[in-house]
């Protein structure tokens, strides 16, 4: 069987296109050549321990900003402090715990960032999951809106009087292009009437764009500057939640389709380290 594969003319017509469609993903991905410089800027970047996060944090700090990275898991969060440190030369790299799933954590980390941080000049709400199930916090709120919008929502919001008073500053928001499949219910964001994986994932990308766009609106001349944004698709563990099988499925298609984490700190990176006192 697999010697009949192997000389299957199908067999490496797919492949050649397969490599072709990675030659060409790597070919046109766009290269940022900005070598603008964050020295006296506070960044704050939620779910900064892993994937896109971490590698916003790495850049971030390589360009001298004051990096609070806003994780779960305070363990993997100080390791991975210690490893921009020593690649980054930056020593000014801080860990708060933050967890989404609850409100009460957003609150506290907030209270926290206030007490002991005179300004912030970003806000970037990368944390997002997929594959979390149909299960609700104990804020009585669907885990997987909670994680992906309610949380941020309530930390942009309980921020933005810090960010007005750093002004000029900025909010990101990290959504997706799946955001276009969502068929939004304001009367099933909790998954009251169905729930669906894919279309709950979908709906909270929604979110994140219409807050932004709103905030935006609402925030005009106050020196706040709300984006939001698709990062395209990266081969990062966010679907680390969902089935084994498709798991090991999609890590295939990551492969083939999506940048390599090294491939997307590329488009972004400054060459030479930077060292804050």
């Given at each position: ?52 996060g971490k590698a916003t944090a790495c850049e971030l700090a390589r360009r001298g900003a004051r990096v609070i990275l806003a994780c779960r898991n305070l363990e993997k969060g100080r390791k991975v ?197």
């Open positions: 069987m697999l010697s009949y594969l192997l000389s299957s003319q199908l067999f490496w017509y797919v492949v050649a296109v397969l490599i072709g469609v990675k030659l060409y993903i790597k070919l046109t991905t766009g290269i940022c050549k900005s070598q603008k410089k964050l020295y006296g800027k506070t960044v704050i970047i939620t779910g900064a321990n892993t994937g896109i402090r210690d490893e921009l440190i020593k690649d980054t030369g930056n020593s000014n790299i801080v860990v708060l715990h933050l967890d989404l799933t609850s409100l009460t954590s957003v609150r506290k980390f907030v209270s926290n960032v206030i007490r002991t941080e005179p300004r912030l000049d970003v806000l970037i709400n990368n944390a997002g999951a997929v594959g979390l199930g149909n299960r609700q916090t104990a804020d009585k709120l669907a885990v997987g809106m909670q994680v992906n919008h309610f949380g941020p929502f309530l930390l942009t919001c309980l921020l933005i009087k810090l960010l007005k008073k750093s002004s000029p500053s900025r909010i990101v928001m990290v959504s997706s292009s799946i955001h276009t499949i969502a068929q939004f219910d304001l009367d099933n964001l909790n998954a009251e009437k169905s729930f669906s994986e894919a279309e709950m994932y979908a709906c909270s990308k929604l979110a994140n764009i219409l807050m932004a766009n709103e905030l935006a609106r609402r925030l005009k001349g106050t020196g706040v500057t709300v984006s939001s944004l698709c990062p395209g698709l990266v081969a990062t563990e966010a679907l680390r939640n969902i089935p084994p099988v498709l798991y090991t499925l999609a890590k295939i298609l990551m492969f083939v389709f999506a940048k390599a984490m090294g491939e997307y700190l590329q488009q972004y990176t400054i060459k030479t380290p930077v060292v804050t006192t």
